[in-house]
DNA sequence: TATAAATAGGATAAAAATATCCGAAATAAG
DNA sequence: CTTATTTCGGATATTTTTATCCTATTTATA
């Protein structure tokens, strides 16, 4: 469904939120440990949320990643998704085909079409906050063991 | 969403059952042509199809792939995609962890779940008849031009 | 200002997915 | 039986994704 580099961005995130309610910056150490991830991946993964402007760093002694406290609600699943594997799960043909367009639909354009459409609504409608919390109520988790 | 293989699977096996219902056998060459795929690749493809027993392959003069008549209404797309792509759609989890495990759930799971369950619900509700014989009406396409 | 601690980012490496090539085996028809 | 045709299947190549490594740059603090 999505790439790992995606998996790992997102779960990064989430624990990247619950540290920054919390008031601590964390390390690309700390979250590749935290969501079981090769830690130099997911260090360039980090880089490119930056450069969406999703996550911040600060760079030196003390450093690490945060996010600002009042933007995390506001961060969706769907603004991860798209800075890192684009948007072709949100338009793209089920059945590869160069465009998802009404005007000359695959076989199953339709069928398709609304579980794309289902996905994305649920990637819109879901927040880091919410995510967070789940993690910080230990009533989910970011790795298996 | 599918990987390639599988995205080129399915719109070979509905080219295939379209042309079984016409009583003619098709070559992986004027297959991955209508379908604009890959010539070897598609061969390959259709090659695990065989062994999954989803569709037949003649050798020899006149040969060629095709689909038992009476076989292509039970021939749903969840068939397919487990053949190609395995059934990590059906049950992984959305996140990458390990195992999906109410249990143990990520952040998204139940939101995901429900997604993930549509989707194998529509997949395994879907045959190759209806999508072969919307291609034979011409209300939909396998290829964009 | 010097030092230590961090992220940034380029260069590489490894693995997986996608794609091609070619000879072997099977089969229909003459 | 021979020939032409066609799938089978192993070997190989290319591209993309995933992953690692190392140096440069930035920054807080002593
Ligand atoms: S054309 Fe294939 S999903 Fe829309
Ligand atoms: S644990 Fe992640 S989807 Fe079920």
Redesign the pocket.
């Known amino acids: 469904m999505f ?4 998996e ?1 961005g997102i779960r990064a995130s989430i624990f990247i939120a619950k540290n920054s309610y919390e008031g601590r ?5 700390e979250i590749s440990e935290e969501i079981n ?5 997911t ?2 993964i ?2 490119a949320l ?2 969406n402007n999703l996550i911040n ?9 945060e996010i600002e406290k009042d933007k995390i609600a506001a961060i969706k699943l769907s603004h991860i998704v798209k800075a890192i594997d684009g948007d072709n799960i949100y338009n793209g043909c089920g059945l590869g085909l160069e465009t998802c367009d009404e005007n000359h639909p695959c076989p199953v354009h339709y069928k398709f079409k609304e579980i794309r459409d289902g996905l994305k609504e649920m990637l819109e409608s879901t927040n880091l906050e919410e995510l967070a919390l789940d993690i910080k109520t230990g009533i989910a988790f970011l790795k298996t063991y």
């Open positions: 790439s790992k580099a995606c790992y910056r964390v390390s690309p150490k991830s090769p830690q130099a991946f260090a360039k980090l880089q930056v450069k760093s600060v760079k030196g002694a003390y450093g690490g990643f």
